[in-house]
């Protein structure tokens, strides 16, 4: 059903964090593959991705539009997911992102989703962390917020810019207010 996208910039830790939150979604049938986006050539997320069963994407660049986009180009699936290496998603995200896919399919319309923001209750909060907060409410979600989008409407839309300045921002940008929605399930960020 859907290719979840983790550029991981060569950290094993929040990798293999966020794809332990996925395992319920590979066991559900929702999760069809996961790619490791990694342009560092350390060969650690290479191994974490062997170790997981995941499918390894390196690419040339150091943006996280170029991972992005990299990761994009090779998805199999019609929908796509993207999250932060670190992303942690909340109980509940399975049922909610398979109602969110079918009601876009039998809608016709082309939406987007992105999940609810929460900072690990463990971690230290700091200015960066209160103006990312001002930010959200200011603006809009941010791209540490996730991504769910049908690859139809990705493509339609241009995707990431590979060699853009804040490319997540841009796409969210391009899809506006009126084509994004917010799911109820939080995405909880750690390390």
């Known amino acids: 059903m859907l290719s979840v996208i983790i550029p991981t910039e060569g950290v094993e830790q929040t990798a293999v964090a966020t794809l332990a939150a996925l395992v319920p979604g590979a066991a559900a049938g929702v999760v ?3 790619l490791l986006v990694d342009g560092t050539r350390n060969g650690v997320i290479e191994r974490v991705a062997d170790v997981a069963g995941c499918r390894f994407v390196g690419f040339e ?3 996280r539009g170029a991972a992005l986009a990299a990761g994009a180009l090779q998805a199999r699936s019609p929908w796509l997911m993207f999250l932060p290496a670190g992303a942690v998603l909340e109980t509940g995200w399975i049922d909610e992102t398979t ?3 079918q009601a876009v399919a039998t809608s016709g319309r082309d939406r987007a989703a992105v ?8 971690a230290d909060t700091g200015l960066r962390d209160i103006l990312r907060a001002a930010a959200r409410g200011l603006i809009g979600p941010l791209g540490d917020q996730g991504l769910l989008i049908a690859r139809a409407h990705y493509d339609r839309i241009g995707g990431y ?3 853009a ?3 997540q921002a841009q796409l969210l940008r391009r899809l506006g207010r009126s084509s994004r929605t917010m799911l109820r399930s939080r995405i909880v960020m750690i390390g």
């Open 99 to 101: 109602q969110f896919i």
């Open 61 to 63: 660049g150091t943006s």
């Open 161 to 163: 810019p590979p060699q």
């Open 165 to 167: 300045r804040r490319s």
């Open 32 to 34: 069809r593959e996961v």
């Open 115 to 122: 999940f609810r923001y929460a900072r690990s209750p463990y």
